[in-house]
C-alpha cells in the first residue's frame, strides 16, 4: 500500500479542491482559530500545562470537548477521548478519530504539555504558546476541518495531542508500545512541533528516511499552500520529539516545526508572538496531504 501511494501522481491536490465540501473544510482552517486556541492553551490560568499539573488537565478537557464538538470518535478508555499512559499524576493523552471505510490509519499528532512554572521572578510562567500550544491549535482545527469533510475517507484519521514529551516522550512512546490499532495499519503521521515563529513563511521538515514519499506528496500539495519548506536541515530534531517513536517503529512519518528562537523553554514565549498565518498554513497543508493519502 505505502509503495502505491509513493508513485502516485501529484497534482497540487487540485482533486481536493475541486470538491466543494472539500474546499469549505480547507478554509475552515483559519489563522484566527489558530490565535484564540493558543490564547487558551498558553494563558497563565494553565500554568504552562506541565503534565504533572493540573493545568495539563484543564487543558485536556479543552482539548477533549472540541473534538467532541465537532463530532470525533473517542479512542481512549472507557469511551472517553483519555488514553492513559499509565503513570500516576501524569495527564493523559488525548486521542479521537474520523472512522474511514477501511482497516488503514493516519495519524495528526502534536504535544500539549510544556514546563512547570519556576519558583521566583515577576514572570513565573513557561506559558509554552510556540512550544506547543501551536502545533495543539492546528491539530484542533484539522480536526475540525476533517469533520466537515464528505464523502468518508477510506483510512481513519487519527487526532493525537500526547502529554509528558517534555518528560522524555512518555507520551507517544506509550501510545506505539500500546496502540490501539496494529502499528502496520498506520500509513502515516504528521506530527506538529513549534510550527509559529521564525521567518512568516519558513517551515522545516523531517523524515528521518522514513517517508521520501510523504516528503514528495507535502511538495506537490504546497502548490496550494505556497509555504517555503525546507526538508532535512536539522537530522539533531529526530530523536526530540513525538514523531522519534514512530521512527523507531518504521511508521513513515514527517515532522514539521520552526528552528529554536530566543523565547524557546523560556518564560516568554507568549501567545501575542507566535505568527498565526504561518500555524494556518502548515496546518492546511498537513490537511491536503492527509487528504490525499486518506482517500487515496
Known amino acids: 500500500m505505502r509503495l502505491a501511494l509513493a508513485v502516485l501522481p501529484l497534482v497540487a491536490c487540485a482533486a481536493v ?16 482559530d489558530v490565535q484564540a486556541h493558543v490564547d487558551y492553551l498558553a494563558s497563565d490560568a494553565l500554568e504552562g500545562r506541565p503534565a504533572d499539573g493540573e493545568g495539563a488537565l484543564v487543558a485536556a478537557d479543552y482539548l477533549a470537548a472540541h473534538f467532541e464538538r465537532f463530532g470525533l470518535r473517542p479512542l481512549g478508555d472507557d469511551g472517553t477521548y483519555f488514553r ?7 495527564a493523559p493523552n488525548v486521542v479521537a478519530v474520523l472512522p474511514g471505510t477501511g482497516p488503514d490509519y493516519f495519524l495528526i499528532t502534536a504535544h500539549y504539555d510544556h514546563l512547570p512554572p519556576r519558583e521566583s521572578g515577576e514572570d513565573r510562567i513557561y506559558n509554552g504558546a510556540d512550544d506547543n500550544a501551536s502545533g495543539t491549535a492546528a491539530v484542533l482545527e484539522l480536526a475540525e476541518a476533517f469533520a466537515l469533510l464528505k464523502p468518508q475517507p477510506r483510512a481513519s484519521v487519527v487526532f493525537v495531542c500526547f502529554t509528558a514529551e517534555e518528560m522524555g516522550l512518555r507520551g507517544s512512546r506509550h501510545f506505539t508500545e500500546h496502540p490501539p490499532f496494529p502499528l502496520e495499519r498506520i500509513l502515516g503521521v504528521i506530527n506538529l512541533d513549534m510550527i509559529s515563529r521564525g521567518r512568516e513563511n519558513l517551515i522545516f521538515c523531517e523524515d528521518g528516511g522514513t517517508a521520501d514519499w510523504l516528503k514528495s506528496l507535502a511538495e506537490g500539495c504546497n502548490d496550494a499552500v505556497g509555504v517555503e519548506i525546507r526538508f532535512d536541515k536539522h537530522p539533531e530534531w529526530i530523536p526530540a520529539s513525538d514523531h522519534y517513536p514512530f521512527m523507531q517503529a518504521g511508521v513513515p512519518t514527517l515532522y514539521f516545526g ?3 528562537h530566543e523565547d524557546y523553554h523560556r518564560v516568554t514565549d507568549h501567545a501575542d508572538r507566535i505568527l498565526p498565518e504561518l500555524a494556518k498554513r502548515v496546518a492546511r497543508l498537513t490537511f491536503l496531504i492527509t487528504t490525499h493519502v486518506v482517500s487515496g
Open 17 to 32: 479542491q475541486r470538491e466543494n465540501t472539500a474546499y469549505d473544510a480547507l478554509a475552515s482552517i483559519r489563522a484566527a
Open 258 to 260: 520552526v528552528e529554536d
Open 84 to 90: 492513559s499512559i499509565e503513570e500516576e499524576g501524569i
